[in-house]
Nanobody, 126 residues
Framework: VQLQASGGGLVQTGGSLRLSCQAS????????IGWFRQAPGKEREGVSC????????KYAQPVRGRFTISRDYAKNTVYLQMNSLKPEDTAVYFC????????????????????WGQGTQVTVSS
């Protein structure tokens, strides 16, 4: 089981990036895929996730309305479209997979995720 995150980079405030999380060794199926981020000196936080059984999504309040999570079953990939980026979005972004569909209250809780990819750096300059 592997998760490959990509798409990070350096962007100016107000810019956009699209992160990709390609899964291998399993199919999206009934998993939940989440995006998390960790800024220097801060704890890891949940950003967004998608429950693949029904497409239900959840967003952390700081990114609501700016970020959109989506999936492509054919490519076994989950995307995070990030618009209107702010300097406070600067962090290493990780994707993770839970073997099962998570209920709403646990969807952004990293304790419920079984597999993690390597991070991709997102830097937003002011």
């Amino acid at each position: 089981v592997q998760l490959q995150a990509s798409g990070g980079g350096l962007v100016q405030t107000g810019g956009s990036l699209r992160l990709s999380c390609q899964a291998s060794g399993f199919t999206l199926g009934y998993t939940t895929i989440g995006w998390f981020r960790q800024a220097p000196g801060k704890e890891r936080e949940g950003v967004s996730c998608i429950r693949n059984s029904d497409g239900s999504t959840k967003y952390a309040q700081p990114v609501r309305g700016r970020f959109t999570i989506s999936r492509d079953y054919a490519k076994n990939t989950v995307y995070l479209q990030m618009n209107s980026l702010k300097p406070e979005d600067t962090a290493v972004y990780f994707c993770a997979a839970s073997r099962s569909g998570l209920i709403h209250t646990t969807m952004l809780n990293s304790d419920y995720y079984n597999y993690w990819g390597q991070g991709t750096q997102v830097t937003v300059s002011s």
